[in-house]
T-cell receptor, first 114, second 115 residues
Framework: AQSVAQPEDQVNVAEGNPLTVKCTYSVSGNPYLFWYVQYPNRGLQFLLKYITGDNLVKGSYGFEAEFNKSQTSFHLKKPSALVSDSALYFCAVRANTGGFKTIFGAGTRLFVKA | GAVVSQHPSRVICKSGTSVKIECRSLDFQATTMFWYRQFPKQSLMLMATSNEGSKATYEQGVEKDKFLINHASLTLSTLTVTSAHPEDSSFYIC???????????FGPGTRLTVL
């Protein structure tokens, strides 16, 4: 069965510092991995995805994520955080073998302090 | 590109009434649409997956007779909450995907409050 774990409910970081939001997954076969961001009372916005290829994926707003197959992780990173990055971040996984269901992690709230 | 709209954005209804929420892909054809429910400070719970012209596939524990889903065209899916009760109050989010393997594009969500 597919599953996604975001071990941190909340991440606090100072503006200008690097940030990491952690995600680990479990899926049969090769995964499709995604990161989304949600602002209050809004739908989700796509940040980036990993399907195949280079393990370091670059996405929107300066975010990037590194796919690590051996550790089954897909951590979201940004070299220099902005206050406007404060939001709720969801990691999601979908198996590429049969079915089309995407499973979302519980979410990690990011607070960037000025 | 890849914009998904939802209507209404917010609805308040009385217990026992039915509410319809529309989800539209504005600039692409969505072969698959998804309906999620999100409780405060929680993740998205997939309710059902719908493909144009066929019956929706509901997740375990989701009552298909209560949450009616219709995917009438490649740009429109509707979710009807029938005989709504206060426990149905939630944030409902739809998403659409243009083809297998692509990311999902999410609507802005609909806040349903049942009094």
């Amino acid at each position: 069965a597919q599953s996604v774990a975001q071990p941190e409910d909340q991440v606090n970081v100072a503006e200008g510092n690097p940030l990491t939001v952690k995600c680990t997954y479990s899926v049969s076969g090769n995964p499709y991995l995604f990161w989304y961001v949600q602002y209050p009372n809004r739908g989700l916005q796509f940040l980036l995805k990993y399907i195949t290829g280079d393990n370091l994926v670059k996405g929107s707003y300066g975010f990037e994520a590194e796919f690590n197959k051996s550790q089954t992780s897909f951590h979201l990173k940004k070299p220099s955080a902005l206050v406007s990055d404060s939001a709720l971040y969801f990691c999601a996984v979908r198996a590429n073998t049969g079915g089309f269901k995407t499973i979302f992690g519980a979410g990690t709230r990011l607070f960037v302090k000025a | 590109g890849a914009v998904v709209s939802q209507h209404p954005s917010r609805v308040i209804c009385k217990s026992g009434t039915s509410v319809k929420i529309e989800c539209r892909s504005l600039d692409f054809q969505a072969t698959t649409m998804f309906w999620y429910r999100q409780f405060p400070k929680q993740s998205l719970m997939l309710m059902a997956t719908s493909n144009e012209g066929s019956k929706a596939t509901y997740e375990q524990g989701v009552e298909k007779d209560k949450f009616l889903i219709n995917h009438a065209s490649l740009t429109l899916s509707t979710l009807t909450v029938t005989s709504a009760h206060p426990e149905d109050s939630s944030f409902y989010i739809c998403s659409a995907s243009p083809a297998r393997g692509d990311e999902q594009f999410f609507g802005p969500g609909t806040r349903l409050t049942v009094l």
